[in-house]
């Protein structure tokens, strides 16, 4: 034991829960990322142990608990960079709703966590502070885009972490490390203060070690926000649950989700918490989903389209760093500021974006991708209209892939999001639980429910959880 970890622990016994918590919290992280992690940006001991002091004061549900924040959520003490270059001395002048109420349930931000520039990315290797790796096995990817809150969580720096979603980017990681990670309906948390990627598509997310975690805070962040004109006015997700069971609840399966060149360890892991569901009392159906296929060229589509829109504010003039266009006029500082700060897959969105909305191509990409967004918003209106009170999938088409392995082809990686984005486009919940590993990387499975049904799934997922043993050994 080296001698920081002894003073931590001599003086545990003289100092409060929060204060002997964030001793301990900023001894792991300082401890994971000396061994190459890379799951924060700008991680400052002192500043932890300072927003733990702030925490002490404060007696709420969250007391004493440790909430690692990915960077495209706005927070007073930190930076928050999108883990851009563009952005890489940004500091808001307010912090989001999420991390406010997170404070006033007694809980503190250890620090901010590594991402896919802007959320763009399935692997948290697009990021301008360095590759996120895999607790698990470190040759291997986290997922991503919020790898750093995933990771952290996994390794049990942190209780839980916040996390964002456009596509997928808190259920993909969290199937990636062995973690649940939540995404909540279209609106049911606040957005005011998430950086904006696309915002018909974006929610705050949270990943945690237990479903019981992941409610604790959804429970307090969730609820109307009057900064957020977007956000529902509905009460707050569940603390708990009363449900023992799953007798009374049909399950359904998409066939689309099972057929997708699905890896056989992923399936025989789905088979096998498919005949636990059947254990805990639930009827299990066969479905269909028919749009399902269309539903990454769809998201690809609206996603970057929304992207070039919310990425137009970053110019140089209004926030972060801004570029050396040598005195030669408005354009060329543009230009500097955008071409310098953006790293290439952010570029190829703004340029994919900017072309599906010019006039020409309108018609032909982004109206027709509209109109696609419809139809697999309609399936699932379909299927729950059904008697289906709740799809389950796999999270992931595989376990977690090696760095690197999907760099060379964009559309690798977009496939990747194959059974997390639809989700998305139709705006309904979902989260993922672990369910199994193979040789040792965990796999996850999918719950998604009609829109509102929060409590439904999590109520799942967490009975589900409790009989099969996924979670990650790190
Ligand atoms: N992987 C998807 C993308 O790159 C989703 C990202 C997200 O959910 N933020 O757009």
Same mark, same amino acid.
């Given at each position: 034991m080296d001698f920081f970890s002894c003073l931590v622990l001599l003086t545990e016994r003289v100092v409060s829960d929060v204060i002997a918590k964030a001793r301990r919290v900023a001894?792991?992280?300082?401890n994971v990322e000396k061994e190459g992690l890379n799951a924060t940006i700008g991680f400052d001991e002192n500043q932890i142990l300072l927003n733990a002091e702030t925490a002490d004061s404060v007696e709420g549900p969250l007391r004493a608990t440790a909430i690692a924040v990915k960077d495209n959520i706005a927070t007073l003490e930190y930076r928050t960079t999108c883990g851009s270059k563009i952005l890489q001395s940004y500091q808001s002048p307010y912090e989001a709703t999420v991390v406010e109420r997170v404070k006033r349930a007694g809980g503190f931000v250890a620090c901010k966590t590594n991402m896919d520039e802007f959320g763009m990315g399935s692997s948290t290797e697009h990021s301008a502070f360095g590759p996120c790796r895999n607790p698990v096995?470190?040759?291997?990817?986290?997922?991503?885009?919020?790898?750093?809150?995933?990771?952290?969580v996994a390794v049990g720096a942190v209780d839980a972490g916040l996390g964002s979603e456009t596509g997928g980017s808190v259920r993909q990681p969290a199937a990636f490390c062995g973690?649940?990670?939540?995404?909540?309906?279209?609106?049911?948390?606040?957005?005011?203060?998430?950086?904006?990627?696309?915002?018909?598509?974006?929610?705050?997310g949270v990943l945690a070690r237990s479903t019981t975690m992941v409610r604790s805070l959804a429970s307090v962040i969730s609820g109307p926000d009057v900064r957020d004109s977007t956000c529902k006015k509905m009460a707050p997700i569940a603390k708990t649950t009363e449900r023992k069971d799953l007798t009374g609840l049909t399950i359904g399966l998409p066939t689309e989700y099972f057929s997708q060149d699905i890896d056989s360890a992923v399936r025989r892991a789905c088979d096998q918490a498919s005949a636990r569901l059947k254990d805990l009392g639930a009827q299990i159906r066969?479905?269909?989903l028919p749009h399902t296929e269309f539903a990454v060229a769809t998201y690809y589509v609206i996603a970057p389209a929304e992207a070039s829109a919310n990425l137009a504010r970053f110019d140089g003039v209004r926030y972060g760093t801004r570029g050396d266009a040598r005195g030669n006029g408005l354009e060329d500082m543009y230009h500097a500021t955008r071409a310098h700060g953006f790293g290439p897959e952010v570029r190829r969105r703004i340029m994919v974006g900017t072309y599906v909305?010019?006039?020409? &191509?309108?018609?032909?990409?982004?109206?027709? =991708?509209?109109?696609?967004? @419809?139809l697999i918003a309609r399936d699932f209106e379909n299927v729950f209209s059904s008697g289906v009170d709740l799809l389950f999938t796999p999270t992931t088409p595989s376990v977690a892939f090696e760095l690197g392995a999907r760099?060379?082809?964009?559309?690798?990686? &977009?496939?990747?999001?194959?059974?997390?984005? =639809?989700?998305?486009?139709? @705006?309904?919940?979902?989260?993922?639980v672990p369910i199994g590993r193979n040789d040792g990387l965990p796999i996850g499975g999918q719950f998604m429910g009609r829109l509102d049904a929060d409590d439904l799934i999590l109520d799942a997922a967490s009975l589900?959880?409790?009989s099969v043993d996924g979670h990650a050994e790190v």
């Open positions: 001894v792991q992280i300082i096995n470190n040759a291997r990817v986290p997922g991503g885009s919020s790898g750093g809150s995933a990771a952290l973690v649940v990670g939540f995404k909540p309906t279209y609106g049911r948390i606040s957005r005011f203060g998430l950086v904006a990627f696309g915002s018909s598509l974006d929610q705050v066969d479905v269909s909305l010019s006039s020409g &191509y309108y018609d032909t990409y982004y109206k027709k =991708a509209q109109v696609a967004r @419809g760099l060379q082809n964009p559309v690798h990686m &977009y496939r990747e999001d194959r059974c997390v984005c =639809a989700a998305n486009l139709a @705006g309904v919940p979902a989260v993922s589900l959880e409790q």
